[in-house]
Nanobody, 120 residues
Framework: QVQLVESGGGLVQPGGSLRLSCAAS????????MGWYRQAPEKERELVAV???????NYADSVKGRFTISKDNAKNTVYLQMNSLEPEDTAVYYC??????????????WGQGTQVTVSS
């Protein structure tokens, strides 16, 4: 019904930058919030950043001041600009969308994940 397509992951050196994108498409829906989560090997999935329909944002303490989440409402797309990347940021990053479908059901959708590796 709704697909989330992520892009922008890759390999970067410590101190470098990457920009992730996630576009939502499919059935008619109303977005409440979109966000990014990450999961490192042998660790729990954790929230990185979220942005609401009203453009309120929330960040994990570990990324505050380095990462910025933004959105393009016309494209149903959310971005994560990641600066000053550290090896500890290495993980699979997942996009999440909290939305209400056209017939009234509220759902959460996940993207397929994109690998971010920070290494010299």
């Amino acid at each position: 019904q709704v697909q989330l397509v992520e892009s922008g992951g890759g390999l970067v050196q410590p101190g470098g930058s990457l920009r992730l994108s996630c576009a939502a498409s499919g059935s008619s829906f109303s977005l409440h919030a979109m966000g990014w989560y990450r999961q490192a090997p042998e660790k729990e999935r954790e929230l990185v950043a979220v942005i609401t329909s009203g453009s309120r944002t929330n960040y994990a303490d570990s990324v505050k001041g380095r990462f910025t989440i933004s959105k393009d409402n016309a494209k149903n797309t959310v971005y994560l600009q990641m600066n000053s990347l550290e090896p500890e940021d290495t993980a699979v990053y997942y996009c999440n969308a909290d939305l209400t479908l056209w017939y009234g059901a509220r759902r959460a959708y996940w993207g397929q994940g994109t690998q971010v590796t920070v290494s010299s």
